[in-house]
């Protein structure tokens, strides 16, 4: 009988979609990736498991533009826990126009490093 247990994850790192399994012994150390077939699959694998992160993608509200709200997303992942938090914030954001795709209209929500970038120009 062993103390391994063993996860399982879809990668997303690439089209392939594989199927992988983490494997940790009792001291939650992970001891073995398998099912990638490619180095992203296995980079996946051990992030996931260990600290899951995820891009934000949402829209804002902007004044003074044609359109009532502003495509934004994330610079980054962010900690797949902080992911309610990030969109709550979002929520009351509003930003004036105009404004130009990539422009950082928030920077750093909510301690993650990530910075809330527009994803289109709005004049």
Not at 12 to 35: M, S, W
Request: aromatic letters at 2%.
């Amino acid at each position: 009988m062993t103390d391994d247990r063993i996860s399982h994850y879809l990668c997303i790192g690439c089209p392939l979609g594989c199927r992988l399994e983490v494997e940790e012994d009792a001291r939650d150390t992970i001891v073995e990736v398998r099912g990638w077939s490619c180095k992203k699959g296995e980079r996946y694998g051990r992030q996931e498991h260990t600290d899951p992160r995820r891009m934000v993608t949402t829209t804002v509200g902007i004044e003074g533009a044609a359109l009532a709200r502003l495509p934004v997303k994330t610079s980054q992942p962010v900690p797949k826990g902080q992911v309610t938090e990030v969109c709550r914030l979002l929520r009351t954001l509003k930003v004036s126009a105009p404004v130009r795709m990539g422009d950082v209209v928030l920077a750093d929500i909510a301690g993650s490093g990530a910075d809330v970038v527009a994803t289109r120009d709005l004049s």
